[in-house]
């Protein structure tokens, strides 16, 4: 069986990090900020309008639905709670993965 190849690591500088979260963030059609704790409750209103779900139910900023459960979005909207929890989760975890990302880089 042959040796695996060596995997040479490089590292990435800043300004690869910071165009490679720009890419990331303008690969959201909706343009909201990539990070959900920092959306506003327009913002919130907005990516709920956008997914079928009535704004109306949540009238809350990006830190608030961070507090709620799936069984919350469930009660507020019964049709596609689950749907916008899972999606709401997936986004903040990329959030977080790219602030981890580019806290290690800054790192001395």
Do not use: I, Y
């Amino acid at each position: 069986m042959p040796a695996p190849a060596p995997c040479e690591r490089r590292a990435v500088g800043a300004d690869a990090a910071h165009a490679w979260a720009d890419a990331w963030a303008a690969a959201d059609a909706d343009a909201l900020p990539l990070d959900p704790r920092q959306w506003t409750r327009r913002d919130v209103g907005a990516w709920a309008a956008r997914r079928g779900a009535r704004p109306e139910r949540f009238p809350m900023n990006g830190k608030a639905l961070c507090l709620m459960s799936g069984a919350m979005f469930a009660a507020r909207e019964p049709a596609c709670g689950a749907a916008l929890h899972r999606e709401f989760r997936r986004r903040l975890a990329k959030a977080l993965a790219l602030q981890q990302l580019l806290d290690a880089l800054a790192a001395p």
